[in-house]
């Protein structure tokens, strides 16, 4: 039977990890797969505020405001924001 374990990490500058496997990878022959999550460099969201219409969180953005919206992940956004608040990130 095949193990697999996902670890996520964040590739520094020098592209150095160091990292230990969980006790239920076996010692043994192995292959590493490293997955890169897709990059945006160089394009950032313009400032919005946030308001409450009706009970309800509506975002604003500038009048004008040219989103790409498939380069916006909210899960990703969401998963970021937890990490900082757990301090992982």
Excluded: C, Y
């Amino acid at each position: 039977m095949k193990t697999a374990a996902t670890i996520e990490v964040t590739v520094p500058e020098n592209r150095k990890l160091e990292l230990e496997l969980p006790p239920e990878v076996p010692a043994g022959k192995a292959k590493l797969l490293v997955m890169v999550e897709e990059q945006v460099e160089g394009r950032e969201l313009p400032a919005a505020t946030v308001e409450s219409v009706d009970g309800r969180l509506r975002l604003v953005l500038p009048e004008g405001a040219d989103i790409d919206w498939e380069q916006v992940s909210l899960k990703r956004s969401r998963d970021e924001r937890t990490k900082k608040l757990l301090g992982m990130g």
